[in-house]
């Protein structure tokens, strides 16, 4: 019974110990990869883990955007962190504007914020470069 109870102090002690050392996602390229070709090829709900819960406007706002457009291919220019938990990224996009197919190249700044919440990056905002 002795052995019994040691046994289960060390087995709680170490589950604990797990749970309490969570480690921070870095941040890194594939973040952004994975929101700009979820755009590129209009899978709305892939874009969902990337922005705020429950932020509709946004969301409205995306998919209003690209409706009459399309993107033939994005790059990332630049990825600079500002801090810890913040990144700004760079994005460059060919874009196709329906129904004339006129071809744009257009910048667009993204700043990345980590959510503590839920332990993931987000985009808070996507500003167009002019």
Request: aromatic content about 16%; some cysteine.
């Given at each position: 019974?002795?052995?019994?109870?040691?046994?289960?102090?060390?087995?709680?002690?170490?589950?604990?110990?797990?749970?309490?050392?969570?480690?921070?996602?870095e941040?890194?390229?594939?973040?952004?990869?994975?929101?700009?070709?979820?755009?590129?090829?209009?899978?709305?709900?892939?874009?969902?883990?990337f922005?705020?819960?429950?932020?509709?406007?946004k969301?409205?706002?995306?998919?209003?955007?690209?409706?009459?457009?399309?993107?033939?291919?994005?790059?990332?220019?630049?990825?600079?962190?500002?801090?810890?938990?913040?990144?700004?990224?760079?994005?460059?996009?060919?874009?196709?504007?329906?129904?004339?197919?006129?071809?744009?190249?257009?910048?667009?700044?993204?700043?990345?914020?980590?959510?503590?919440?839920?332990?993931?990056?987000?985009?808070?905002?996507?500003?167009?470069?002019?």
């Amino acid at each position: 019974m002795k052995y019994f109870l040691i046994l289960f102090i060390i087995t709680t002690l170490y589950s604990c110990n797990k749970t309490t050392n969570k480690h921070k996602i870095e941040f890194s390229a594939l973040f952004p990869n994975n929101y700009n070709a979820a755009l590129r090829w209009k899978r709305f709900d892939s874009i969902k883990p990337f922005i705020e819960q429950d932020d509709y406007k946004k969301m409205s706002k995306i998919k209003k955007k690209y409706k009459d457009a399309s993107i033939n291919s994005y790059k990332i220019l630049l990825l600079k962190k500002i801090n810890n938990d913040k990144y700004k990224v760079v994005i460059e996009r060919e874009e196709v504007l329906m129904p004339s197919n006129t071809l744009k190249v257009n910048n667009y700044i993204q700043y990345w914020e980590y959510d503590k919440k839920y332990e993931v990056w987000k985009v808070k905002s996507e500003i167009k470069d002019e």
